[in-house]
């Protein structure tokens, strides 16, 4: 079975779009419900609110950041970015800018009166257009609209403030004669590395009010990053030599100094062993920091440790902050008076520390207090008093603080956002640190996530959610998004397992270079492999239930792990390379990547190549796969993935489905596909591993609740998925209703399992009404009842259940609500037979799933099962609406009925 899907724009209604619920899915409809009963959904990632760019005032009293959330725009959702401002005393934030553009990079002037940042808010340029590039804009902090200091044809890439009224900004130099004459000729041709016509970046100064642009260098080349002195004198650039330095890494970038009054420009670090990046100055302008990406490998640097540098103006000499941290910097830094604060690379975490400049060197010191074991990101005002940062763990969301740094202590913590308040509400489950020897011998880390209702004892699927790079790393911190659902796959019942396998960053050079030089793949699928027999051995997972997924070099290795063993039932793979020939040319940094990692160019070593190549195995793969590509990815073009896809599909082996998303680059950018690719995933595992989808039945209706429980058939359900206390209370509760004291709920499983110890509760089955009894063992159970609680229970009388059931309605748990329309008689045989087919599948649901009816409810009056009564006669007589019929005429089946208790 192969499917090749074309992903488009996405039509309201041809995807089941799904939630995980008691281990079934539920479609778009029930979404708002199951957000509310606090399950994770689809939408929770692709509607999550992120936030980024933060930036403190010179006084360290407010930040300024970037809110980024999902919208409708002209019909189509998209990412909208705005410009909020927070207080770091009281947490309090205003938001500054509106409308459905983005805006990035904003920055306090010098004196913080003023914010510049950069937005793409279209512009009217006089002539009836509008000037649609990213612009340079501003707005006065004590109030007023933004207005936008550039309306340039090229855009602006970069910005610093050199005083209170005037900036400099990184741009391409205006279009020359030649550019203007293809243009009119409407020739969108483009040469490959054209440097004789490739426009040169420049940097420019342009006045805050009136928006005058002036140049301020010639340089022939390009820049790539700048930075801009406290006291405006100077600006450190780098700029590219070679287009095709990302390819080749051949021509290094320059590194210089500018002087911003007159243009002039010097180059620094001229003998080429430093190639800097993050530049940030001191403070006081005697100098700047950096970060040199470190490497023994004498041309590429693929697999590098960050190293801290510092530039002295006074020396024109570099020196290297040392730290006694070989592993190197993590997550940046950011300069304060007399050193910096850093974020240090420390496996699944970062490691924050201070960092003073002495007259006997350089000394660290940890930061101690609260979040400091879990800090993702840090920002300060220049005295290095006042930070902010984001905190964040496997299993707490994203939110940022404020807080007052006195020395290396941090206190006085003041949450700054407020980011996805409703995640609050929902479980996240637990995460451990493990470790196992891997490939030749040493010690690998992971993390083990455990399911959500996780119960020890049980063994559980487990999925490999393994990470890109392979310099990547995967961090105890929230990550769960359109790329990883890992939350989903933990709440549908499952472990997932991420490895930081040999070549992840975060570790140190040995262990981040370990894989060059032709050693790809031959450490780190035995690093995974070692960690699946891990887990396995400690009795958590059930060894016949393994999947594995990934993206870019995780889906790399997951087409290695699918064509080394048959173990794995279902795999997802994504913007993944399987054949290196045509990967050295037909990638960005081709060249670079391959010759490190293989040892040289296809030419020169084709049987490396050849051995490397998953491709040429993939006719004996088993593994039913999903696969995924943009179809303008330059990373991992998409004829990779065409060419896994054919194989498998040719072959016949193993089932597999090629999903195109038109116009997307490595990363998935719309969120109509992100959520396509979730749905997809989802429905892939649970077809595959979780258990087998029913999609035979033409009585089922594509968006049904039903349909989205079929698909879900044969899988472990959640525990306590609807909130019930685990097991309920083993005496029914009882509410006055209708002059009835009458049951709260159907009596339950646990509850009936008191009564009768050899009752099969089933997994998660609790909460659900006990069903398949029959009337004599129902008033048997009522009395067993009566005589332990000394209250005088008993079935209620016919008279008594149609009373009730008639004042509740019909909006229950019947078959209706699961098939999404009144089923005739043929399509509810045909939906019944289709729910047989399954044994482990039940339209029961655990008892008060649903609303109640009256104001102190009972529940399920109107479904759910139907309920035996003492008729006239003495005789029992089962009443009332069930799972499994549309109607009381239709008779139920033994599985669906069960009965409630009233006290007289």
């Known amino acids: 079975m192969s499917y090749l899907v074309l992903v488009g724009r996405r039509s309201v209604g041809s995807v089941v779009s799904v939630v995980l619920a008691m281990g079934l899915l539920l479609p778009l409809a029930a979404w708002s419900a199951a957000g509310r009963s606090g399950l994770w959904t689809v939408e929770d990632l692709v509607l999550a609110e992120s936030s980024g760019d933060w930036n403190l005032s010179p006084d360290g009293r407010v930040a300024v950041w970037v809110k980024t959330s999902v919208e409708k725009v002209d019909e189509e959702e998209k990412e909208v970015s705005r410009l909020w401002l927070s207080r770091l005393d009281d947490g309090t934030r205003a938001q500054l800018t509106r409308g459905q553009e983005s805006v990035s990079s904003p920055a306090f002037s010098p004196d913080g009166s003023h914010v510049a940042f950069l937005s793409n808010r279209p512009i009217p340029d006089g002539d009836g257009d509008e000037i649609g590039k990213t612009q340079l804009w501003a707005m006065a902090l004590g109030g007023g609209e933004a207005w936008p200091v550039t309306r340039l044809e090229r855009g602006v890439e970069d910005f610093g403030w050199i005083d209170g009224g005037s900036l400099v900004i990184v741009a391409q130099e205006a279009p020359s004669l030649w550019e203007q004459q293809r243009k009119a000729a409407k020739d969108t041709s483009r040469v490959v590395d054209d440097a004789e016509h490739e426009p040169p970046v420049r940097l420019f100064r342009v006045k805050l009010e009136g928006g005058e642009v002036e140049p301020l260098t010639r340089n022939a080349d390009w820049i790539s990053e700048l930075a801009v002195s406290p006291d405006g004198r100077h600006a450190v650039i780098t700029a590219h030599q070679s287009l095709s330095y990302e390819f080749d890494q051949k021509v290094a970038p320059h590194t210089r100094l500018v002087d911003l009054t007159t243009g002039e420009e010097e180059r620094l670090l001229a003998e080429g062993q430093l190639i800097p990046n993050g530049l940030r100055w001191a403070p006081n302008s005697e100098g700047f920091y950096f970060i040199n990406p ?100 496997s299993n707490v969301p994203v939110q940022w603080y404020g807080a007052v740094l006195e020395g290396a202590e941090v206190g006085e913590v003041q949450k700054l956002t407020d980011l996805n308040p409703s995640f609050a509400e929902k479980t996240t489950g637990r995460t451990e640190v493990i470790r196992w020897k891997g490939a030749l011998g040493e010690e690998v880390e992971g993390l083990l996530h455990y399911p959500l209702h996780w119960r020890e004892g049980k063994k559980y699927p487990l999925i490999l959610d393994i990470h890109g790079g392979p310099t990547g790393v995967d961090r105890d911190t929230w990550d769960s998004d359109w790329h990883d659902p890992n939350i989903l796959w933990r709440q549908r019942g499952a472990f997932v397992l991420q490895v ?46 393994l999947a594995s997924g990934g993206w870019s070099n995780g889906g790399i290795l997951t087409a290695a792990l699918i064509t080394e063993s048959r173990r794995y039932r279902a795999a997802i793979i994504g913007a993944a390379d399987v054949e290196w020939f045509s990967d050295w040319a037909n990638v960005d940094f081709g060249a670079a990547f391959d010759n490190y990692y293989f040892g040289g160019p296809p030419w020169e070593i084709p049987e490396v190549y050849l051995e490397k190549s998953p491709f040429f195995k993939l006719h004996e793969v088993t593994t039913p796969t999903l696969v995924h590509t943009g179809t303008a990815d330059r990373n991992v073009p998409p004829h990779q993935s065409w060419s896994l896809f054919r194989v498998l599909q040719q072959v016949g082996e193993a089932p597999t489905k090629l999903l195109l998303y038109p116009g997307e680059p490595h990363s998935l950018r719309k969120p109509a596909h992100q959520r396509r690719k979730i749905e997809e995933d989802v429905a892939w595992f649970d077809s595959y591993l979780f258990g087998d989808a029913d999609k035979g039945s033409i009585a089922i209706k594509e968006e049904s609740l039903l349909a989205g429980l079929l698909a879900a058939a044969g899988a472990a359900r959640m525990d306590n998925a609807y909130g019930l206390e685990k097991g309920g209370k083993l005496t029914p509760e009882t509410v006055s209703f209708n002059e009835v004291e009458v049951g709260r709920f159907e009596v339950t499983r646990a509850q009936y399992a008191a009564f009768d110890s050899s009752t099969d509760i089933g997994p998660a089955g609790e909460n659900l009404p006990m069903t398949d009894v029959s009337y004599q063992r129902a008033v048997e159970y009522a009395e067993w009842l009566a005589g332990i609680t000394d209250r005088s229970f008993r079935l209620p009388t016919a008279s008594e259940s149609k009373k009730l059931m008639g004042i509740a309605g019909t909006s229950g748990n019947t078959l209706d609500r699961w098939a999404g329309y009144s089923p005739n008689p043929e399509d509810r045989a045909a939906i019944l037979a289709a729910v047989a087919a399954h044994p482990n599948l039940s339209l029961l649901q655990p008892v008060g799933s649903l609303a109640g009816t009256g104001h102190d409810p009972i529940f399920d009056l109107d479904g759910n099962a139907a309920e035996w009564s003492t008729d006239e006669d003495g005789e029992g007589q089962a009443l009332g609406l069930s799972a499994d019929r549309s109607s009381v005429t239709e008779s139920p089946d033994p599985a669906y009925i069960g009965f409630r208790v009233v006290v007289d």
């Open 500 to 545: 930081n396998y040999h070549g992840s960053s975060n570790y140190g050079l040995d262990w981040v270079e370990s894989i060059g030089e032709g050693k790809y793949y031959d450490l780190e699928v035995p690093d995974i492999e070692a960690g699946v027999d891990e887990v396995i051995r400690r009795g958590l997972v059930d060894a016949d239930r």
């Open 294 to 393: 470190f490497t023994r490998h004498p041309i590429y640097r693929e697999a590098t440790v960050s190293e801290l540098w510092y530039f002295s103006l006074d020396s024109r000499q570099p020196e290297r902050v040392e730290m006694d941290w070989p592993r190197g910097v993590g997550r940046g830094y950011r300069p304060v008076e007399g050193g910096v604060l850093v974020l240090l690379a420390d496996g699944v975490r970062y490691r924050p520390a201070r960092v003073l400049r002495q007259a006997s060197g350089w000394s660290r010191t940890d930061l101690v207090g609260e979040h400091t074991s879990n800090m993702d990101s840090l920002v300060s005002a220049p005295d290095g008093r006042r930070i902010a940062y984001s905190h964040s763990t």
